[in-house]
């Protein structure tokens, strides 16, 4: 059984930096600038990810990720 994330659950993750690790294998630094419960995906800024491949356009780009691609989700200290 696969575990997918729920948008209450990264809503607690707002504003804050974390590492993503997706069900496609990406493993993402990212900041979540927004989550968005009506469409339930979550908009993130990315710092690094090891398949930067996916991510094409600016380096300031913001992206959307769907929740339940997210298969954990890890805080960074601060």
Same mark, same amino acid.
């Given at each position: 059984?696969?575990?997918?994330?729920?948008?209450?659950?990264?809503?607690?993750?707002?504003d804050?930096?974390v590492v993503?690790n997706?069900?496609?294998?990406? #493993?993402a630094?990212?900041?979540i600038?927004? @989550? /968005?419960?009506?469409?339930?995906?979550?908009?993130?800024?990315?710092?690094?990810t090891?398949?930067?491949e996916?991510?094409?356009?600016?380096?300031d780009?913001a992206?959307? #990720?769907?929740?339940?691609?997210?298969?954990? @989700? /890890?805080?960074?200290?601060?």
């Open positions: 059984v696969l575990f997918r994330s729920t948008i209450a659950e990264l809503r607690q993750y707002q804050r930096t993503l997706l069900h496609d294998g990406d #493993i630094t990212v900041k600038v927004f @989550v /968005d419960a009506e469409y339930e995906d979550i908009i993130v800024d990315i710092m690094h090891n398949r930067p996916q991510y094409k356009g600016p380096s780009s992206y959307t #990720i769907r929740a339940a691609n997210v298969a954990s @989700v /890890d805080e960074i200290s601060n």
